[in-house]
């Protein structure tokens, strides 16, 4: 959600629009309409809700925006009206709007930015010595603020041997502030002093446009452009272009000896055409953004299973895909928000079998 002074025009008149409805549902309320009544009006008010949000939302992210309108602040209107108005209501209305602001606080305010650092062992007998992999996914930012400068210091604080980014660095469009803030993203990287012993690798993303590699200029990141393996001692490296991390029947090179492979992709689709390698590692899901308790996430928009689309999942006895939350979240015209998914920086120990 943003401040109404950064909201777009087809955004205003969305909540103009369903002020009136409100207005008119409030009036009914207060009239003390009978609740059948009430009922009907409010289904009617939903429908036309939906109708409207895909009327004058530019895409879908654009349409869950608008219903975060609606349920954080037009049906908050509506319910406090009951609660105020409807003695015989006033219980259920008050639980409810007390619920939409602890989760509208939670969403916005606090989970965005409340970092986790997720935990994770691998044991192999291609491992000669334990090592610490970090994988920084999703930093998908349109601004460099102090909680970038803050997960980029959590990054070098864990002495990482080796890093791994699966892509969306940035996200604004294309032109001048694109620009400034690839910039911003490089310079903050050099004044952490971002390296580690064993390589940086990284692949591109949804909204990284051909410019991505510009974050890394004159760091030691090594940027997958295109699909393609490195060896390196004790590791394989394979690096996806976006389009084939989307390949549920990708075809990828096999390893050469007993090195530990790790395939790097941004979405995990890959994971599907079980890859011969080690180690599968993505982002893109976000965790879903927003999960429903005990259910998990609504969205992944991937193909893989949803219990997948967050964590380690064992795909087979030798083979483990790794999906992060992500540092960020989904910008341009979807709503900023995390629900019952933090944000997370992912570890990875290496340890010998």
Request: glycine letters at 6%.
């Amino acid at each position: 959600m943003l401040t109404p002074c950064s909201m777009e025009v087809w955004e205003i008149w969305f909540n103009f629009i369903l002020l009136l409805f409100d207005s008119w549902l409030v009036f009914q309320i207060f009239s003390n309409k009978s609740l059948p009544n009430l009922l009907a009006q409010t289904f009617v008010f939903g429908i036309l809700s939906i109708i409207l949000a895909f009327y004058f939302s530019p895409n879908n992210f654009g349409v869950l925006r608008l219903a975060a309108w609606v349920v954080f602040v037009h049906g908050l209107l509506v319910f406090f009206a009951l609660a105020v108005f409807r003695k015989q209501f006033r219980t259920v209305s008050l639980f409810i709007s007390v619920t939409i602001i602890i989760v509208g606080i939670d969403a916005f305010l606090i989970e965005p930015h409340w970092l986790e650092i997720s935990r994770y062992e691998i044991k192999s007998n291609k491992i000669k010595k334990s090592l610490k992999i970090v994988v920084l996914a999703d930093l998908q930012t349109d601004e460099i603020t102090d909680y970038e400068r803050m997960v980029i210091g959590k990054v070098m604080a864990e002495n990482p041997d080796m890093i791994l980014m699966p892509g969306d660095f940035v996200h604004v469009e294309w032109g001048e502030k694109r620009t400034k803030v690839l910039g911003e993203l490089n310079q903050l990287l050099k004044e952490n002093s971002f390296h580690a012993p064993l390589g940086i690798y990284a692949v591109g993303g949804n909204t990284d446009e051909c410019d991505w590699t510009s974050a890394f200029d004159d760091l030691p990141v090594t940027c997958f452009g295109d699909s393609y393996t490195l060896e390196k001692e004790g590791f394989t490296i394979t690096g996806l272009h976006l389009w084939d991390s989307y390949d549920s029947n990708l075809h990828s090179p096999s390893p050469q000896g007993a090195a530990f492979h790790i395939v790097l992709g941004h979405v995990p689709d890959f994971a599907l055409s079980n890859p011969d390698a080690d180690l599968l590692v993505a982002g893109h899901t976000h965790g879903g953004q927003v999960q429903i308790p005990f259910f998990g996430p609504i969205l992944t928009l991937c193909e893989i299973p949803r219990n997948w689309a967050e964590g380690m999942t064992e795909i087979d006895k030798d083979t483990k895909l790794l999906v992060s939350r992500g540092i960020g979240m989904e910008r341009g015209n979807a709503p900023r928000l995390r629900f019952w998914c933090r944000p997370e920086l992912v570890v990875i120990t290496l340890i010998p079998a």
